[in-house]
């Protein structure tokens, strides 16, 4: 078992800043990619972010350039940047975990919510 733990979502204006964290317990050494999920009201979640062990990183075409994803092994912890936040990237954000199983755990969700 994996148990995740996201903070620091909140409210900010539209082109402002906020950073996530997710720090993960439990069975750390089986974690394989790390990322962030968001899910709108009305909407399907989607994947966001995610960083592959080896470094290898992949952006949904709608945060290129925006938001940074990284991750810091030693602290089992990843970690989503997000500039320029738009309307549009109000959501409930989630952190989330693959295992080398192919096991997916989910953290709680942190909203994040940008106003125009």
């Known amino acids: 078992q994996v148990q995740l733990v996201e903070s620091g979502g909140g409210l900010v204006q539209a082109g402002g800043s906020l950073r996530l964290s997710c720090a993960a317990s439990g069975n750390i050494v089986s974690i394989g990619t790390m990322g962030w999920y968001r899910q709108a009201p009305g909407k399907q979640r989607e994947l966001v972010a995610r960083?592959?062990?080896?470094?290898?990183?992949s952006y949904v075409d709608s945060v290129k350039g925006r938001f940074t994803i990284s991750r810091d092994n030693a602290k089992s912890a990843v970690y989503l940047q997000m500039n320029s936040l738009k309307t549009e990237d109000t959501a409930v954000y989630y952190c989330?975990?693959?295992?080398?199983?192919?096991?997916?755990?989910w953290g709680q969700g942190t909203q994040v919510t940008v106003s125009s």
């Open positions: 960083i592959f062990p080896g470094g290898l990183i």
């Open positions: 989330w975990v693959r295992t080398v199983t192919a096991t997916d755990y």
